[in-house]
């Protein structure tokens, strides 16, 4: 598997505007666009940093997996996501090394992306996602 570099870093919020405050007006980032993907029941706010970004992710509804996480762990990282070159030959060697993973097929993702996550028993507690744009 090629990972190429870090693509984004998932940080679960209860509200864009509220959390996107700090990154905005004290860290001077700027939130490129905001995107509703409503199969995973989240918006988006997009912070790009060079060849990486920043993702708040606000639930929109009571149930969704972002919501799930805040009432668990409470608001910070959710997970960190790597671009690969091929997410669909990255997911088969994850596979044949028996990794446990939560989608066995990539999915659409926010802002065009497919991605796929592996499960965080396999990784110590973190949620990763590998995406691929």
Do not use: W
Request: net charge negative; aromatic share 4%.
């Amino acid at each position: 598997m090629k990972i190429k570099h870090i693509d984004h870093i998932g940080i679960a919020v209860k509200s864009i505007e509220q959390a996107g405050k700090f990154y905005t007006e004290i860290l001077g980032l700027k939130i490129q666009d905001i995107e509703n993907v409503a199969d995973q029941k989240v918006n988006v706010a997009f912070l790009p940093i060079t060849d990486s970004e920043l993702e708040l992710l606000e639930s929109t509804e009571a149930d969704g997996p972002v919501s799930k996480y805040i009432a668990a762990r409470g608001q910070g990282v959710q997970h960190i996501a790597f671009r690969v070159e091929n997410i669909g030959e990255a997911l088969e060697e994850l596979k044949s090394k028996g990794v446990r993973l939560i989608d066995q097929t990539p999915r659409n993702g926010a802002g065009g992306a497919r991605i796929a996550f592996i499960h965080p028993k396999e990784t110590n507690g973190v949620l990763v996602e590998i995406c691929e744009r």
